[in-house]
């Protein structure tokens, strides 16, 4: 569903007055970096992999729906907050089995619940969307990381002589840092940076 339909799915079940109600909020990490490191068309395989992994998990009842650019909502009727984490965690281990273009797929979930009759729901999405973010700030640099491995494993496997030609720089600027008796830690980094220069 888009955004407009999920929020009044969220008005009609609201209005049942029907507790528990839970939400996940879901973001998607690394979409930019998709889009940006390999074209628009993997940005939007991404996209259509978390909505097939939704559709593939979520329950009969559940309402799962795209609300942003990379962000997606399910709505959990008849369902306490335990229950919620619970499929929060398997959408977010099933998307993780999958790879776009050898990059691991990675998203970020909260779950938020309303309990009471008299609670907002808007207030349990935004409840469950800075959840969300909480975990964002951990999981979008373990993401980075997992991704520029995947990345420069996959380049260095097509391209044997970029793994050499990496190797080599990396090492010659580790050279230049001791020659210019810079401190380990700088001299790390120039060759780390001698070593990832070519990815794109």
């Known amino acids: 569903l888009n955004r407009g339909c999920f929020e009044q799915r969220l ?6 007055e029907e507790t528990p109600v839970s939400i996940i909020y879901i973001d998607l990490n690394g979409l930019k970096m998709m889009n940006d490191t390999f074209g628009h068309s993997y940005g939007d395989a991404l996209i259509i992999k978390a909505g097939e992994v939704l559709a593939q998990n979520c329950r009969s009842g559940d309402i799962a729906a795209r609300v942003g650019g990379d962000e997606f909502c399910v709505l959990l009727p008849a369902t306490g907050l335990e229950e919620a984490k619970v499929i929060a965690t398997r959408l977010r281990e ?24 008299y609670q907002q729901i808007e207030k349990v999405m935004e409840a469950a969307e800075t959840e969300m973010y909480r975990e964002k700030v951990f999981s979008t640099k373990r993401f980075g990381v997992n991704a520029i ?12 002589k970029e793994k050499r030609h990496s190797e080599e720089v990396s090492r010659l600027c580790g050279a230049l840092g001791e020659a210019m008796q810079l401190p380990e830690p700088e001299i790390r980094k120039l060759k780390d940076a001698g070593y990832l220069h070519d990815i794109g």
Do not use: Q, W
């Not at 008005?11 to 049942?16: F, L, V």
């Open 94 to 117: 099933e998307f993780a089995n999958h790879r776009i273009n050898e990059v691991p797929c990675s998203m970020a979930v909260g779950s938020a619940a309303k309990t009471e009759n």
């Open 149 to 160: 491995r995947s990345i420069i494993s996959t380049l260095h496997d097509k391209y044997p």
């Open 11 to 16: 008005r009609d079940i609201d209005e049942k």
